[in-house]
């Protein structure tokens, strides 16, 4: 006769939960190194020694937390893609307080753990396809030339120009983010049908150095 299986008791997952939330808390507020099972212990409310049982070792709590965040960001990106306005949307995303942080402290964290780096890894690639094929069809449809401005380009921008926003700002920098945001917001007005009437200010073709023109250039 087989032996039956055990049954999950209903708070398990909740409990679960709780330390998937401490763990994410402490990080954001204070990095994480500080997220011991101390201190996710005593930021649940719950016994240390539960954070073992859930969790055999901290990377596997590390990865809980990764994981939950990243199908929640991708989950965001989806709804954002669906979006009437998604160029907007995808900025906003972009540029949402709580995720840009946490991507930075996994950015630092899998500098450190070859398992979350490469977890890290598999994510952001799958992030940014899926935000390449919508980017792709966006900009076909506003009839922008995709070989002059390919869509991966523009999901790296949007991704490390909404990134530095954020993180700039938490360390008190913030120099040029005013010009910065109103550029952002041009570029997508100009999605929502609004013209684009920014002066860029950059030569319209190849300067071709000379004799006259080269400041370097000596008899």
Excluded: C
């Excluded at 306005?85 to 949402?96: G, S």
């Excluded at 979350?116 to 690639?125: D, H, K, V």
């Excluded at 799958?126 to 076909?140: G, H, K, N, P």
């Amino acid at each position: 006769m087989s032996t039956p299986r055990k049954r999950r008791r209903e708070g398990d997952t909740e409990t679960r939960d709780q330390l998937i939330e401490a763990t994410a808390d402490i990080m954001l507020e204070e990095g994480y190194a500080a997220a011991t099972s101390r201190r996710v212990a005593a930021k649940a409310g719950v016994n240390p020694a539960l954070v073992y049982y859930y969790f055999p070792t901290m990377d596997e709590l590390f990865l809980a937390v990764f994981r939950r965040g990243a199908e929640a960001n991708l989950e965001r990106q989806r709804k954002a893609l669906a979006a009437g306005d998604p160029m907007r949307a995808l900025w906003e995303v972009a540029t949402e307080p709580r995720g840009a942080a946490m991507l930075m402290e996994f950015m630092a964290l899998a500098n450190h753990r070859k398992e979350i780096r490469a977890e890290f890894a598999t994510y952001a690639e799958r992030y940014r396809e899926s935000q390449v094929a919508a980017l792709t069809v966006i900009m076909r449809g506003h009839g922008i030339d995709l070989d002059a401005l390919p869509p991966t380009l523009m999901s790296v921008m949007i991704s490390s120009l909404g990134a530095t926003l954020v993180n700039e700002s938490s360390l008190g920098i913030t120099l040029g983010h005013r010009e910065l945001v109103e550029f952002a917001e041009d570029f997508v007005r100009a999605f929502e049908g609004a013209p684009w009437s920014r002066a860029v200010g950059l030569p319209s073709g190849p300067r071709a150095i000379t004799a006259e023109t080269d400041p370097a250039h000596t008899e």
